[in-house]
């Protein structure tokens, strides 16, 4: 910018550090962007104040020449391209850097967070999980085998009912009782074994005994029990107990899960 009186003006010269191009600037350049410009050549953006220069020209007022520059005659000076706010972040590489460090390390984080949480879930869910995707149970089956736990089959007792049951003294030996029923899981999918509670009663309806009935008491040792009670099916028990000297009148089964 001009300065002084006519004998020459005070010229403002800053040097590219990516290519050495000089440029002219003046001072309302210098204060928009707080002295940071683009190269026209090279697209570098530095600070215009760190490499700056004044040159003081003289001109002769009767020719209109201007005296050779000290710069070397193949410099140029064109003027610096404005520099937009978004373009100057390339400028700070390093707050960059620790911003993109930062970043980086909440999102990993935040996937550790998650998977764990996923992983909590499947597992405690694993049974239903095998329910409801009948592909995934031996998957899960060997992911449970790591880490020795197994997956569960449903247990939902209101789906299995009694369809029979009897209580007769054995007509062969009159001092063992035979219990026979028939149970049905009503449910469309294989489910654990329940238990069964037997307890006998006087003519006042009124328990003299109780006893439960696991399922390796009521099943055939044959039987595979991994694989459940099977959905839509009928499974007959028969069971021998001493309990004549009861003299039970009568009795009551009830189906649970311990």
Not at 99 to 120: D, E, F, I, Y
Not at 135 to 163: G, N
Not at 229 to 243: D, I, R, T
Request: hydrophobic residues 40%.
């Amino acid at each position: 910018m001009p300065v002084g009186d006519a004998q020459g003006i005070v010229t403002m010269i800053t040097t590219c550090p990516g290519c050495r191009t000089a440029f002219r600037v003046t001072q309302e350049q210098l204060a928009a962007r707080e002295g940071r410009v683009r190269c026209g050549k090279c697209a570098t953006i530095f600070d215009a104040r760190e490499v700056l220069q004044t040159k003081l020209a003289e001109f002769a007022p009767e020719s209109g020449d201007q005296p050779e520059d000290s710069l070397p005659h193949a410099v140029a000076f064109p003027e610096p391209e404005p520099v937009t706010p978004h373009e100057t972040d390339p400028v700070f590489p390093v707050a960059e850097s620790e911003r993109a460090g930062r970043r980086a390390g909440w999102v990993a984080g935040s996937t550790l967070l998650v998977l764990a949480l996923m992983t909590q879930i499947a597992f405690h869910y694993r049974g239903e999980i095998a329910l409801l995707f009948p592909e995934m149970r031996p998957t899960l089956a060997d992911l449970c085998a790591s880490l020795a736990c197994d997956v569960p089959l449903p247990r939902r007792a209101e789906l299995i009912s009694i369809e029979s049951s009897d209580l007769q003294a054995d007509p062969v030996n009159p001092g063992v009782m035979v219990l026979t029923a028939t149970l049905r899981n009503r449910a469309l999918f294989a489910q654990s074994h329940p238990s069964i509670e037997l307890t006998l009663t006087d003519s006042q309806d009124q328990p003299l005994a109780r006893r439960v009935l696991a399922v390796k008491d009521y099943l055939e040792r044959s039987t595979n029990v991994e694989a459940g009670f099977p959905g839509n099916s009928e499974l007959p028990v028969k069971m021998y107990m001493e309990a004549a000297s009861l003299k039970a009148t009568g009795y009551r089964l009830y189906l649970f899960f311990p």
